[in-house]
C-alpha cells in the first residue's frame, strides 16, 4: 500500500502524558498536513510542511503541540501534558507540488483518547 | 477569510433515487472548492475539485458537482444512489488568489444514508 500511513492508529494515555504521533506521508509529496476532527467537525488545520521547513501553523496549535520533519520525509506531532480536550482524531495528508498541489491525500489517521 | 457551510446534517435517499448533498461557500478570492468522502473507520478520500473551467465537475464514483458563482454554492450530486455511497461527505474551499494559503478549510459534514 502506498498511501498515506499513521501509527498508531489509537492512543489512549492519562491525563498530563506526553504522547507522540507519526506519519509517512505518500513518497514522492512533499507537502505534508496536521489536521484534527472532532465528532460532528470537519478537519481543522493544526501545521503544514513543504519539504522539512513548517510553513504554516493554526492558532489551535498551542505551545503544548509540536511538529517536526526533519528530513522532509515522515513527520511527527507531538503533544506535551496532555489534556481531556486533545481528545480527537489526528490526521495526516499528503500533496504533492506540480499539477495536483491541491489534492490532498489523507492517512487514516490516529485516535486519542485522553482519560 | 474563507468559510464553508453545509446547511444538512444528514440526508436521506432511497436507492435508485438522485442525491444532492448541498455546500456553499465564502471567500474573498478565487475560490477552490472540493468534496471529500470519509467511510468509517477510514481517512477521507478525495472526490472531486473545482479550480476553472467547465462548471459542471465530474469525480470518482459517479458524483458531480455544479459550481454556481452566484449562488456561491457547490453542491454534490449523484443520478442514482448506491446503498454503497453512505458516508460523511465533506465540502472544502481555499482561496485560489495568488498569494493565498494552500489551506482547505472544511465544512462540518453531511452524513449520506442511502436506504435499500
Known amino acids: 500500500d502506498t498511501g498515506v500511513s499513521q501509527n498508531p492508529r489509537h492512543k489512549i494515555t492519562k491525563r498530563g502524558q506526553n504522547v507522540t504521533f507519526r506519519c509517512d506521508p505518500i513518497s514522492e509529496h512533499n507537502r505534508l498536513y496536521w489536521y484534527r476532527q472532532t465528532l460532528g467537525q470537519g478537519p481543522e488545520f493544526l501545521t503544514y510542511f513543504q519539504n522539512e521547513a513548517q510553513l504554516e501553523k493554526s492558532r489551535l496549535l498551542s505551545d503544548r503541540f509540536s511538529a517536526e520533519r526533519p528530513k522532509g520525509s515522515f513527520s511527527t506531532l507531538e503533544i506535551q501534558r496532555t489534556e481531556q480536550g486533545d481528545s480527537a482524531m489526528y490526521l495526516c495528508a499528503s500533496s504533492p507540488t506540480g499539477g495536483s498541489t491541491d489534492t490532498q491525500y489523507f492517512g487514516p489517521g490516529t485516535r486519542l483518547t485522553v482519560l | 477569510a474563507q468559510s464553508v457551510a453545509q446547511p444538512e446534517d444528514q440526508v436521506n435517499v432511497a436507492e435508485g433515487n438522485p442525491l444532492t448533498v448541498k455546500c456553499t461557500y465564502s471567500?474573498?478570492?478565487?475560490?477552490?472548492l472540493f468534496w471529500y468522502v470519509q467511510y468509517p473507520n477510514r481517512g477521507l478520500q478525495f472526490l472531486l475539485k473545482y479550480i476553472t473551467g467547465d462548471n459542471l465537475v465530474k469525480g470518482s464514483y459517479g458524483f458531480e458537482a455544479e459550481f454556481n458563482k452566484s449562488q456561491t454554492s457547490f453542491h454534490l450530486k449523484k443520478p442514482s444512489a448506491l446503498v454503497s455511497d453512505s458516508a460523511l461527505y465533506f465540502c472544502a474551499v481555499r482561496d485560489g488568489a495568488s498569494g493565498g494559503s494552500y489551506i482547505p478549510t472544511f465544512g462540518r459534514g453531511t452524513s449520506l444514508i442511502v436506504h435499500p
Open positions: 471567500v474573498s478570492g478565487n475560490p477552490y
